[in-house]
């Protein structure tokens, strides 16, 4: 199997099937796979070429065999000596087949999500706050995960930036939430990310901002999962928009509330903007 028949896969368990089958070849050679790393590589630069020709140069929405080849880059990192690429390749496959599962809950579509980012883009120059000229893949597998109905993958780049991916497979758990939502959610982790560069630590800001609005004890228990609140108030902030009036799962939310939630973000962004200065 030679690197174009490997990056047909249009799902992440085809992608499996076929890295393992280019792992068996009797002849392999790091001359194969750099061709496949090289071929990989070439394909994510192509997209997000294509995403700065439709005027979003920061970020890329991919599924099918998009999705999958810009998992493989992504995972997969940087060519090393032929060993530890047959070991990478088949901690990818390994997994793949561990973490992933068929599954054929809600999906939010490509163009769903496209208009998601968009929004945050003209409303909250989400992108250029955030992400800091690093580019972030979207993906939507057509798969379910085992633990996770989406995730964030964080990077640190070579100026010790700290970015991510996000992952938003069909939803297994939680089919009832709209996608879009989830995906606010996991932007919200994106903007946590950029401020702290540890998806595990939330903003320093964001205790302070909590005792403003609930009592000692609601306080405590917020803080307990911090990171989890804190992108689920980014969701709440974002969909007080009427034009996601649609997706909005928290009109339960005191509009004052939503209204200090609204400006802790703005302000949250505001930091970003100015870290880059």
């Not at 068996?24 to 997209?47: A, N, W, Y």
């Not at 990818?92 to 561990?98: F, L, P, S």
């Not at 580019?135 to 100026?159: I, K, Q, S, W």
């Not at 005191?254 to 400006?263: A, Q, Y």
């Amino acid at each position: 199997m030679n690197a174009y028949e490997v990056l047909s896969a249009n799902t992440f368990f085809e992608l499996a099937d076929n890295l393992e089958l280019f792992l068996t070849k009797p002849d392999l050679s790091q001359g194969d796979m750099k061709k496949l790393f090289l071929e990989v590589q070439h394909t994510c630069e192509r997209i997000a070429m294509n995403s700065f020709l439709e005027g979003h140069p920061s970020w890329s929405v991919c599924s099918g065999i998009q999705a999958s080849k810009v998992y493989l880059y992504r995972s997969w990192g940087k060519v090393r000596n032929l060993k530890q690429n047959i070991e990478r390749l088949s901690s990818i496959i390994n997994e793949i087949r561990n973490d992933f599962i068929p599954a054929e809950g809600p999906q939010i579509t490509e163009e769903s999500a496209t208009k998601l980012l968009s929004f945050l883009d003209q409303y909250y120059d989400f992108s250029s706050n955030t992400l800091s000229g690093n580019h972030m893949f979207v993906l939507l597998p057509d798969c379910g995960h085992r633990v996770f109905d989406a995730f964030c993958r964080p990077y640190t780049n070579a100026d010790h930036f700290s970015f991510c991916d996000i992952f938003m497979p069909r939803a297994v758990k939680d089919i009832k939430t709209p996608p879009e939502c989830i995906l606010l959610h996991e932007l919200g982790h994106v903007l946590n990310v950029s401020l702290t560069g540890d998806i595990e630590v939330s903003s320093a800001s964001f205790q302070k901002f909590n005792e403003l609005i609930l009592s000692p004890e609601d306080c405590q228990a917020v803080m307990q999962e911090a990171t989890e609140m804190y992108a689920h108030v980014f969701a709440i902030a974002v969909l007080t928009a009427i034009e996601l009036k649609e997706f909005d799962q928290y009109t339960y939310v005191p509009d004052e509330t939503r209204s200090l939630m609204k400006k802790y973000i703005q302000y949250e962004l505001s930091l970003c903007d100015s870290r880059q200065q």
